[in-house]
Protein backbone atom coordinates (compact mmCIF):
# COMPACT_ATOMS: atom_id res chain seq x y z
CA UNK A 1 0.00 0.00 0.00
CA UNK A 2 0.66 3.82 0.00
CA UNK A 3 2.80 5.27 2.81
CA UNK A 4 3.60 9.24 2.81
CA UNK A 5 6.73 10.64 5.03
CA UNK A 6 6.45 14.15 6.08
CA UNK A 7 9.16 16.22 7.17
CA UNK A 8 9.65 18.28 9.68
CA UNK A 9 7.49 17.27 12.47
CA UNK A 10 7.90 20.58 13.99
CA UNK A 11 8.50 24.37 12.00
CA UNK A 12 8.77 27.14 14.15
CA UNK A 13 9.39 30.83 11.28
CA UNK A 14 9.00 34.08 12.18
CA UNK A 15 5.78 35.92 11.33
CA UNK A 16 6.34 37.19 7.63
CA UNK A 17 8.82 34.66 6.80
CA UNK A 18 8.17 31.41 4.32
CA UNK A 19 7.52 27.92 5.52
CA UNK A 20 8.49 24.98 2.89
CA UNK A 21 6.84 21.29 4.45
CA UNK A 22 8.00 18.52 2.36
CA UNK A 23 6.73 15.09 1.57
CA UNK A 24 7.09 11.97 -0.12
CA UNK A 25 5.16 8.62 -1.57
CA UNK A 26 5.63 5.36 -2.34
CA UNK A 27 3.31 4.20 -4.99
CA UNK A 28 4.19 5.60 -8.26
CA UNK A 29 -0.01 5.16 -8.89
CA UNK A 30 -0.70 7.75 -6.91
CA UNK A 31 -2.10 10.92 -8.68
CA UNK A 32 -3.63 12.93 -6.40
CA UNK A 33 -1.97 14.87 -3.12
CA UNK A 34 -4.18 17.13 -1.22
CA UNK A 35 -2.84 19.21 1.48
CA UNK A 36 -4.74 19.91 4.64
CA UNK A 37 -4.78 22.19 7.46
CA UNK A 38 -6.01 20.92 11.24
CA UNK A 39 -6.29 23.05 14.61
CA UNK A 40 -6.55 21.97 17.70
CA UNK A 41 -9.77 19.79 18.46
CA UNK A 42 -11.39 20.91 14.56
CA UNK A 43 -11.47 18.94 11.48
CA UNK A 44 -8.91 18.58 8.92
CA UNK A 45 -9.51 21.29 6.07
CA UNK A 46 -8.48 21.24 2.59
CA UNK A 47 -6.16 24.00 1.78
CA UNK A 48 -4.69 22.80 -1.93
CA UNK A 49 -4.61 20.04 -3.70
CA UNK A 50 -2.59 19.16 -6.84
CA UNK A 51 -2.97 16.21 -9.47
CA UNK A 52 -0.29 14.57 -11.23
CA UNK A 53 -0.79 16.13 -14.82
CA UNK A 54 0.50 19.33 -12.95
CA UNK A 55 3.80 20.13 -11.14
CA UNK A 56 2.92 23.44 -9.63
CA UNK A 57 -0.36 25.05 -7.88
CA UNK A 58 -0.86 28.47 -6.53
CA UNK A 59 -3.40 30.29 -4.29
CA UNK A 60 -2.41 33.29 -3.20
CA UNK A 61 0.20 32.78 -0.19
CA UNK A 62 0.10 29.17 -0.54
CA UNK A 63 1.63 27.07 -3.53
CA UNK A 64 2.56 23.27 -3.90
CA UNK A 65 4.64 21.61 -6.00
CA UNK A 66 5.05 18.27 -7.30
CA UNK A 67 7.71 15.55 -8.85
CA UNK A 68 6.29 12.52 -9.95
CA UNK A 69 9.93 11.38 -11.24
CA UNK A 70 11.36 11.98 -7.65
CA UNK A 71 7.97 10.74 -5.63
CA UNK A 72 7.46 14.41 -3.66
CA UNK A 73 5.96 17.45 -3.31
CA UNK A 74 5.72 20.22 -1.16
CA UNK A 75 3.89 23.11 0.33
CA UNK A 76 4.74 26.27 0.52
CA UNK A 77 3.33 29.46 2.65
CA UNK A 78 4.76 33.00 2.25
CA UNK A 79 4.16 35.91 4.24
CA UNK A 80 3.45 33.39 7.24
CA UNK A 81 0.74 35.12 9.37
CA UNK A 82 -0.30 34.02 13.10
CA UNK A 83 -3.22 32.15 11.49
CA UNK A 84 -1.63 30.06 9.91
CA UNK A 85 -0.45 28.32 13.12
CA UNK A 86 -1.79 24.70 12.97
CA UNK A 87 -0.76 21.16 12.29
CA UNK A 88 -0.61 20.26 7.93
CA UNK A 89 -0.91 17.05 6.98
CA UNK A 90 -0.12 15.65 3.42
CA UNK A 91 -1.96 13.25 1.44
CA UNK A 92 -1.86 11.15 -0.97
CA UNK A 93 -4.46 8.64 -3.27
CA UNK A 94 -5.06 6.43 -6.24
CA UNK A 95 -8.19 9.16 -7.50
CA UNK A 96 -9.57 7.09 -10.29
CA UNK A 97 -6.53 5.21 -11.12
CA UNK A 98 -8.49 2.13 -11.18
CA UNK A 99 -7.96 1.63 -7.24
CA UNK A 100 -9.60 2.88 -3.81
CA UNK A 101 -9.16 6.62 -3.40
CA UNK A 102 -9.57 6.48 0.28
CA UNK A 103 -6.38 9.46 1.44
CA UNK A 104 -3.13 7.74 3.07
CA UNK A 105 -1.96 10.89 5.21
CA UNK A 106 1.46 11.96 6.63
CA UNK A 107 2.05 12.20 10.36
CA UNK A 108 1.78 15.78 10.37
CA UNK A 109 3.70 19.06 10.72
CA UNK A 110 3.03 21.39 13.58
CA UNK A 111 3.68 25.10 12.34
CA UNK A 112 4.66 27.51 14.66
CA UNK A 113 4.39 31.26 13.19
CA UNK A 114 6.53 33.40 16.14
CA UNK A 115 5.24 36.91 16.45
CA UNK B 1 -24.15 24.18 2.21
CA UNK B 2 -24.43 21.90 4.95
CA UNK B 3 -21.35 20.30 6.34
CA UNK B 4 -20.93 16.62 7.25
CA UNK B 5 -22.79 15.84 10.75
CA UNK B 6 -21.43 13.48 13.30
CA UNK B 7 -23.01 12.16 16.78
CA UNK B 8 -21.84 12.11 19.33
CA UNK B 9 -18.94 14.68 19.59
CA UNK B 10 -17.49 12.65 22.30
CA UNK B 11 -17.85 9.68 24.30
CA UNK B 12 -16.33 7.44 26.99
CA UNK B 13 -16.67 3.67 27.50
CA UNK B 14 -14.99 0.98 29.30
CA UNK B 15 -13.05 -1.52 27.71
CA UNK B 16 -14.85 -4.10 26.14
CA UNK B 17 -18.03 -2.34 25.65
CA UNK B 18 -19.78 -1.24 21.97
CA UNK B 19 -20.28 1.93 20.92
CA UNK B 20 -21.56 3.69 17.73
CA UNK B 21 -20.78 6.50 15.89
CA UNK B 22 -23.03 7.99 13.35
CA UNK B 23 -22.34 10.43 10.01
CA UNK B 24 -24.59 12.10 7.87
CA UNK B 25 -22.82 13.34 4.66
CA UNK B 26 -23.39 16.55 2.72
CA UNK B 27 -26.23 16.15 0.69
CA UNK B 28 -25.80 14.32 -2.57
CA UNK B 29 -22.43 13.30 -1.76
CA UNK B 30 -22.03 9.42 -3.32
CA UNK B 31 -18.90 8.49 -1.49
CA UNK B 32 -18.62 8.64 2.29
CA UNK B 33 -15.04 7.63 4.45
CA UNK B 34 -14.26 6.77 8.04
CA UNK B 35 -11.20 7.50 8.87
CA UNK B 36 -9.18 7.26 12.38
CA UNK B 37 -6.64 9.76 14.20
CA UNK B 38 -4.86 8.92 17.10
CA UNK B 39 -3.45 11.91 19.21
CA UNK B 40 -0.71 13.15 16.85
CA UNK B 41 -1.14 11.34 14.19
CA UNK B 42 -2.46 11.78 10.65
CA UNK B 43 -5.77 9.95 10.01
CA UNK B 44 -6.18 6.70 8.45
CA UNK B 45 -8.64 5.76 6.81
CA UNK B 46 -10.93 2.33 7.71
CA UNK B 47 -13.58 2.32 4.96
CA UNK B 48 -14.76 3.78 2.18
CA UNK B 49 -18.18 3.46 0.86
CA UNK B 50 -19.78 4.15 -2.35
CA UNK B 51 -23.28 4.57 -2.32
CA UNK B 52 -24.15 1.81 -0.22
CA UNK B 53 -21.39 -0.23 -1.53
CA UNK B 54 -17.91 -1.13 0.21
CA UNK B 55 -14.94 0.19 -2.08
CA UNK B 56 -12.32 -0.50 0.52
CA UNK B 57 -11.68 -2.12 3.76
CA UNK B 58 -8.59 -3.55 3.90
CA UNK B 59 -7.04 -1.26 6.90
CA UNK B 60 -10.60 -1.98 9.19
CA UNK B 61 -10.57 -4.29 11.58
CA UNK B 62 -13.06 -6.46 11.12
CA UNK B 63 -12.54 -8.80 14.23
CA UNK B 64 -14.30 -5.38 16.09
CA UNK B 65 -14.69 -2.96 13.92
CA UNK B 66 -18.23 -2.80 11.46
CA UNK B 67 -19.86 -0.46 9.49
CA UNK B 68 -22.59 0.02 7.25
CA UNK B 69 -24.82 2.45 4.71
CA UNK B 70 -27.96 1.35 4.31
CA UNK B 71 -29.59 3.21 1.36
CA UNK B 72 -26.44 5.23 0.04
CA UNK B 73 -26.88 8.30 3.12
CA UNK B 74 -26.01 7.98 6.48
CA UNK B 75 -23.45 5.77 7.59
CA UNK B 76 -22.72 3.98 11.19
CA UNK B 77 -19.14 2.89 12.44
CA UNK B 78 -19.54 -0.14 15.63
CA UNK B 79 -17.03 -1.28 17.46
CA UNK B 80 -17.73 -4.30 19.90
CA UNK B 81 -15.61 -5.03 21.86
CA UNK B 82 -14.04 -1.89 22.19
CA UNK B 83 -9.90 -2.15 23.41
CA UNK B 84 -7.84 1.17 24.81
CA UNK B 85 -5.64 1.66 21.60
CA UNK B 86 -9.64 2.55 19.75
CA UNK B 87 -9.27 5.64 21.88
CA UNK B 88 -8.70 8.29 18.75
CA UNK B 89 -11.16 10.75 16.76
CA UNK B 90 -13.26 8.89 14.44
CA UNK B 91 -13.87 10.88 11.46
CA UNK B 92 -16.41 10.83 8.48
CA UNK B 93 -15.61 12.49 5.15
CA UNK B 94 -17.63 12.98 1.80
CA UNK B 95 -17.58 13.53 -1.55
CA UNK B 96 -19.70 14.36 -4.59
CA UNK B 97 -17.85 11.52 -6.24
CA UNK B 98 -14.86 9.28 -6.46
CA UNK B 99 -11.42 11.67 -6.96
CA UNK B 100 -13.04 14.15 -5.83
CA UNK B 101 -12.32 16.90 -2.91
CA UNK B 102 -12.70 15.60 0.39
CA UNK B 103 -15.10 17.79 3.19
CA UNK B 104 -14.33 15.98 6.54
CA UNK B 105 -17.00 16.39 9.72
CA UNK B 106 -16.30 17.75 13.24
CA UNK B 107 -15.31 13.76 14.08
CA UNK B 108 -16.30 11.72 17.31
CA UNK B 109 -13.45 11.62 20.19
CA UNK B 110 -13.52 8.36 21.63
CA UNK B 111 -11.75 7.56 25.37
CA UNK B 112 -11.46 3.90 26.20
CA UNK B 113 -10.78 3.22 30.21
Known amino acids: GENVEQHPSTLSVQEGDSAVIKCTYS??????FPWYKQELGKRPQLIIDIRSNVGEKKDQRIAVTLNKTAKHFSLHITETQPEDSAVYFC???WGLGGGADGLTFGKGTHLIIQP | EAGVAQSPRYKIIEKRQSVAFWCNPISGHATLYWYQQILGQGPKLLIQFQNNGVVDDSQLPKDRFSAERLKGVDSTLKIQPAKLEDSAVYLC???????????FGPGTRLTVL
Open chain 1, 91 to 93: AAS
Open chain 1, 27 to 32: DSASNY
Open chain 2, 93 to 103: ASSFMRDDQQF
